[in-house]
């Protein structure tokens, strides 16, 4: 389905709202202290790339792609990923409460992570500046090379804000029919206060981290579940053909030939971010 179409002029690019890349990260989760070995990471993790070193010993568990290169002012360098322990001394999971809130995807998720004792954190490195589909497609290749060889319990997306089961994100990372943005991203819902008709927000959260718009919709009159399909066809439009949507521009809504009008503004909740609203004309 063909989503977009140009109604108004372009704007200049230069005035437009933008988001920026952050760091991508997820916490494995463990209610058991795991056993984190670089040795059995690398060995999982050459099963997804050709070139790739690991640490030395005694080193922090940072793992460089020579074939993968940064560009920086006075430099060139390799992508690197880190999976970083917290302090053994003081166990125990840091979980924002928002990690709790929108797991529509896996209902026994909060059942699963309230034994969870221990964490291992896993991140990109020297990483902003990739062309964002390479820089997610290196991220998950490594993250699911860890979960491989730690098995953790829960895995919570950090820039999704939702928890995963480990094994549904290996086999859907691993399948020919991947989902790229499972991993990274989220739509969430929301009532808004005491408005009339009980109106709702919906939106997508994760896509701002890798520098492209998320989205957000108001409504009262439309099915939570036809909205929710919606946002991850827009999602996935937006991964597919990257920042393209201006203000003023359609997108297709949930009925064919619909035309649901397009702003870039500041999210109405957090993370403050650049998204793109959408309402029906």
Known sequence: ?????????????????????????AKLLFINKPDV??????????LYFKNIVGPG???????????????????????????????????????????LQQNWHWSEANEFVKDCKY???????????????????????????????TAPNVVYSVSGQKLLAPTKLISIWDSEEREELYGICNVRLYNIGDTPGKEMLMDTVGLSIIGLPDFQI????FDV???????????????GYGDVIKDGNTMEGITTGSKWRCERLIS?????RMVINVQPL
């Open 57 to 99: 010993e005694g080193e922090a568990l940072l793992f460089s792609f020579p074939d993968i290169r940064i560009e920086l002012a006075d430099a060139n360098i390799p992508a690197q990923c880190l999976a970083a322990i917290p302090d053994e001394k003081h166990p125990g999971i840091d979980l924002p409460e928002t990690a």
């Open 225 to 239: 579940n036809d909205i929710a399909n919606l946002l991850w066809n827009y999602a996935y439009y937006i991964y």
């Open 119 to 149: 964490e291992l954190l896993v991140t990109d490195f020297m990483t902003r500046t990739l062309e964002y589909k390479q820089r997610v497609n290196l991220f998950m290749n490594f993250l699911v090379a860890v979960i491989k060889a």
């Open 218 to 221: 108001r409504f009262s009159n």
């Open 268 to 272: 109405q909740l957090q993370p403050e």
């Open 37 to 46: 070995n670089a040795e059995a990471i690398l060995d999982e993790a050459k």
């Open 1 to 25: 389905m063909t989503y977009l179409k140009i109604v108004q002029p372009e704007e200049n690019e230069a005035n437009q709202l933008k988001n920026y890349p952050e760091a991508l990260s």
